[in-house]
Every structure is written in structure tokens, then in C-alpha cells.
């Protein structure tokens, strides 16, 4: 977490219209007050840079000693993996590069961030029916993550509720720039055990309002055991939960989608499109390139769906093929216009087809058997707990001719071939295996 002031105030409206206020500091008799702050490291930065676009005379963010915020009487107990210092270890990180004394990857996160283990249950400390628990950052970045993430959400706050009565568990994820925070804030709001989600920063006198805190500052791009792990028992071990305990089957993801009201028009599509039959979701294409189904080889997948894939009807949330009129596709593009929207769609298919997105993350909510198509050979940790994922891996068989450091396309040979490879049959084969 960083510390910090402002030095005239100001307010900051998230995407959803939230203003977080901000109030110049103070000189206070301690820092437990409303004009001293406490976000993540890439919230901050982005807050700098909100104040560099407003006035970067008028306005900034000034760092607070961490040692003397830390020491507030009424300052909550941290639980889970240590972040503390997180500030320090990486201004002495950049010191040590420029110094050449730290080389390979191991070393650099071994001095950003503890990996040690830690025992949730020792620091649970306070004899009290009913706690509070701040939870400072999100647990992902992407959809796909984020959902995973809630999982151990879940499964920690379930594990707080076996040592107390009552539980209240609140959210603070970032917002001074985030483009996506009504999204994130739709996810989390979709998971029942969370009470609140709040937009960062937050005041030092609220925060001491709370008898727990858990720091996700940067946490999972740090940490080895992100890499090593699957998603929702390396964010169990930062909470300081032994993953080896917890059975599979606790490991499932969940959205709840009962306060969630879809448009008359995607009630009325979703309706008319299952007296066809069973449905069928294709999505090819993922928000990062090296994912997605290349669109020529997506394209000839979708026309050998509407061949073989008889006892179905085919649907999409993508523009795969402005050409294509069979009635045996349903574009549900215009109405698949925000999570909860997407979400609902997949949650009344019968069998989806994706690529590696978020897709196969919110289908395992609900239970929906998937094929996804992986281009990445580290499948088997991501979807270790899903019961309902079957898995088609593409393997890269292009070779560069390219005498460059950078990649020349037109140099690059084999590109297609694993892609032609795949059999649409074999992934029909694999759905009936469910």
C-alpha cells in the first residue's frame, strides 16, 4: 500500500459517477484522519497523473512515512502475506538494478515481495463476535482473473465465519484512472459475501474503523507463487490459507445473477433462440491477440459448426462474419453490452467453444460444459478445478527466418499450420463427453 497527502483538494468521479474526495492535509496530532490516504502502488500512479492533467502546479500527491501510519493506535491487523513496505522495497529495487546487483527474475521478486508462508489463523487475534475486513486492491486484473479470485474471496471469507459470528467484508479496488472500474465493481457485486465495494483511496481514519486489512498492492504480479500456482490457491496462500486443505470441491467459481434484470430485448432473443434447440456460444477471439483464434481460421470453425454441429444452434456475442446470414447463427452483439449482460447469455447456453477468455471462467459458475481452445501449454493450472472445461491445446509450429530482433511477419513461416490441424469434429466429440 502507499501512503500519502494531497496538497489542495480535490475530487475524483469514477466511471460510475463515485466521488472520492480528497482534503489537503492537515498537520495532525496523529495520521489517523480523513486528510490522510492509503491506495496501491498503480492507483497512485494513476493519481499522479489525474493531478498532472488537472494542475501539476496546484495539485499533487506527497508520500507519507509508512513506519508512523503503521503506528496509529487504532491501525488494523494484517493478515495474509506481509506488503508491508511495499513503497521502499521498490525504490531500493530500482536502486539495485542501476547498480547491477540484482540479475535474474527469482531474485527480483524474492526482494519486491515475501513469499513466505503465513498462517492466517495465528493472526486472527481479536476476541469479538463481528469483524470488519478490508481487502486493499482487487484480486485480478482481467475478467477471467477476477472471477477466480472472488473464489478465494469466498472461500477466506467462509474460513473467517468458522472464527467469527459475523464477518463484513468490504472491497477497495483502484479508480482514480481505471477506465473499467464500473465493470470490476459489476464483477465483485455479483459475489453475495461481499458487503461493499468501495472505490480507492481511502482515508487512514476510516481505514482504523477496520479490525483487519488484507494489501493486494501489486501482489500478483510479484509474487512467484502467481506463477507457479493456479490462480485461486495463490491468492489462498496470500491469504495465508493452507490451499492443501481446502477441497476441490470448494473451488468453484460463483456469480449471482438474482438482482441482475436483463433488457426485454435479450430476455426475448435468449427465449426465441432456445426453440431452436440447444445453444451453442463460439467465441473466438480474446482481448489479447496471442489467445485469439486467428479470424480466417475462426471464420471456417463457425461454417463447420453449422454443418456438424447439428443437434445445435450456434451463437455469438462477436462480429465474426458480417457475410454470414444463416439462421443457424444468433449475433447477439448488440445486446451483449456489459458483464452482466455477457454473463447472462452464457448462463442459458448448453455448451460453449472459446478460446482462452474470460468466457470458460464465468461458464464454470454456471455449470456450463466448454471446449477451450489453448494456445498457451500452461492450460492445466489454469483450469485445474474446472470440472466442466475440456481442453484443445494449439501448438506454435511457426519458425521465424527473421534475422532481426524484432518479429517480421512476412518472414515467419508455418503460422496456420497447428491451426489447420484442428478438427471441429474433435471438439463436437469432446462437448458430448460432458
Known amino acids: 500500500m502507499i501512503f500519502f497527502r494531497v496538497t489542495n483538494s480535490i475530487n475524483i468521479k469514477t466511471t460510475d459517477g463515485t466521488l472520492v474526495k480528497y482534503l489537503k492535509f492537515k498537520e495532525p496530532s496523529n495520521l489517523n484522519n ?16 489525474v493531478f498532472r492533467n488537472v494542475d501539476k502546479i496546484k495539485y499533487s500527491a506527497r508520500l507519507l512515512k ?20 511495499e513503497y521502499t522495497n521498490q525504490v531500493n529495487y530500482e536502486k539495485r538494478i542501476q547498480e547491477n546487483f540484482i540479475n535474474d527474475e527469482d531474485e527480483v521478486n524474492s526482494f ?19 469483524i470488519n475486513l478490508a481487502v486493499i486492491g482487487s ?37 482514480s484512472n481505471n ?21 480507492l ?9 477496520y479490525d483487519y486489512f488484507i494489501d493486494n498492492s501489486s501482489v500478483d504480479i510479484k509474487s512467484m507463487y502467481f506463477k507457479e500456482l493456479n490462480m485461486i490457491d495463490a491468492w489462498l496462500y496470500k491469504f495465508g490459507i493452507d490451499y492443501f486443505k481446502i477441497p476441490d470441491n470448494m473451488k468453484y467459481n460463483q456469480l449471482n445473477m438474482n438482482l441482475f434484470e436483463p433488457s426485454d430485448e435479450l430476455k426475448e432473443k435468449i427465449q426465441n433462440a432456445k426453440l431452436k434447440g440447444k445453444l451453442l456460444l463460439f467465441h473466438p477471439y480474446s482481448a489479447k491477440l496471442d489467445n485469439s483464434i486467428p479470424q480466417e481460421i475462426a471464420i471456417s470453425i463457425l461454417k463447420k459448426l453449422i454443418k456438424k454441429a447439428s443437434d445445435y444452434t450456434i451463437v455469438t456475442t462477436l462480429n465474426l462474419d458480417s457475410r454470414n446470414k444463416d439462421s443457424d447463427v444468433i449475433d447477439f452483439s448488440k445486446e451483449s453490452k456489459s458483464f452482466n449482460d455477457f454473463s ?91
Open 66 to 85: 509508512e513506519s508512523k501510519v503503521r503506528d496509529v493506535e487504532d491501525f488494523p491487523i494484517e493478515l495474509g502475506i506481509s506488503n508491508a513496505n
Open 344 to 434: 447472462y447469455i452464457i448462463s442459458n447456453m448448453d455448451g460453449i467453444i472459446t478460446s482462452e477468455t474470460s468466457t470458460f471462467h464465468i461458464a464454470d459458475a454456471f455449470l456450463i460444459p466448454s471446449v477451450v481452445i489453448f494456445t498457451n501449454p500452461d492450460y492445466e493450472r489454469k483450469i485445474k478445478y474446472y470440472n466442466y472445461v475440456k481442453a484443445v491445446e494449439i501448438i506454435d509450429e511457426s519458425k521465424s527466418f527473421s534475422q532481426f530482433v524484432f518479429e517480421n511477419n512476412s518472414l515467419t513461416f508455418y503460422r496456420f499450420d497447428s491451426w489447420q490441424k484442428l478438427k471441429v469434429s474433435r471438439i463436437i466429440k469432446l462437448l458430448e463427453t460432458f
Open 139 to 175: 484480486v485480478g486484473r482481467s475478467i477471467g482473473e477476477m472471477v477466480a479470485g472472488s473464489t478465494a474471496l469466498r472461500i477466506l471469507y467462509t474460513k473467517l465465519k468458522e472464527v467469527y459470528k459475523e464477518v463484513v467484508l468490504d472491497l477497495y479496488i483502484n479508480a
Open 112 to 130: 519486491l515481495f515475501s513469499n513466505q508462508k503465513a498462517d492466517i489463523y495465528k493472526q486472527l487475534t481479536l476476541k469479538k463476535d463481528r
Open 201 to 209: 483511496s481511502i482515508d487512514t481514519k476510516k481505514f482504523c474503523s
Open 179 to 199: 477506465t473499467f472500474y464500473s465493470r470490476d465493481k459489476e464483477i465483485y457485486n455479483k459475489q453475495t459475501f461481499i458487503n461493499k465495494v468501495y472505490p
Open 34 to 49: 480523513e486528510t490522510a490516504y492509503i491506495t496501491t502502488t498503480d492507483d497512485f500512479e494513476d493519481l499522479k497523473q
